[in-house]
């Protein structure tokens, strides 16, 4: 059965207060944005200054709560197995398998807790920033 709302709330989850660059929808990964305290949605696959994911919608100019920590309903952009880690997959701030390529950095937002079967699907996501390494 396709997932299209969180089956669960957020467990054991911290977030900070940031500025929306632009409209952010909830379950969407950010990055750092233009100022010192806002966030944005990400230029592209990969990008390195995450800062994590949105805990509701966000205005354009608005002031929001982004989850830094915890377990975290997060919007996949493609199909994302259990256990795998897990990285932005586009501009769009969805959700992909890490998967770098040889001697390439891959710079991760954590590790699937649930499956999501595509894209748009909602699973839960474990906060837990790093960097992979392709083989």
Same mark, same amino acid.
């Given at each position: 059965?396709?997932t299209t709302? #969180?089956?669960? %709330? ?9 500025? +929306?660059?632009?409209?952010? %929808? *909830? !379950?969407?990964?950010v990055v750092e944005?233009a100022?010192v305290?806002?966030? =944005?949605? #990400?230029? /592209? @696959?990969?990008?390195g200054?995450?800062? !994590?994911?949105? =805990?509701?919608?966000? &205005?354009?100019g ?6 830094? &920590?915890?377990?975290? #309903? %997060?919007? @996949? /952009?493609a199909a994302? %197995?259990?256990?795998?880690?897990v ?6 701030? =969805? +959700? =992909? #398998? @890490?998967a770098? /390529?040889s001697?390439?950095?891959? $710079?991760?937002?954590?590790f @699937? *807790?649930?499956?999501?079967s !595509?894209d !748009?699907?909602w $699973?839960?996501l474990e906060?837990?920033?790093?960097v992979?390494?392709g083989a």
């Amino acid at each position: 059965m396709a997932t299209t709302q #969180p089956l669960v %709330t957020a467990q054991h989850a911290k977030s900070v207060t940031k500025k +929306a660059d632009i409209a952010l %929808t *909830r !379950g969407v990964i950010v990055v750092e944005g233009a100022a010192v305290d806002s966030v =944005k949605l #990400p230029s /592209g @696959a990969d990008e390195g200054l995450i800062v !994590g994911v949105v =805990k509701d919608d966000i &205005s354009s100019g608005e002031y929001g709560e982004i989850y830094i &920590s915890g377990i975290v #309903p %997060t919007v @996949a /952009g493609a199909a994302i %197995t259990v256990g795998l880690p897990v990285s932005i997959n586009g501009n769009a701030g =969805k +959700a =992909k #398998p @890490a998967a770098p /390529g040889s001697g390439a950095n891959s $710079f991760l937002l954590g590790f @699937a *807790r649930s499956a999501a079967s !595509g894209d !748009g699907i909602w $699973f839960q996501l474990e906060i837990a920033k790093s960097v992979m390494q392709g083989a």
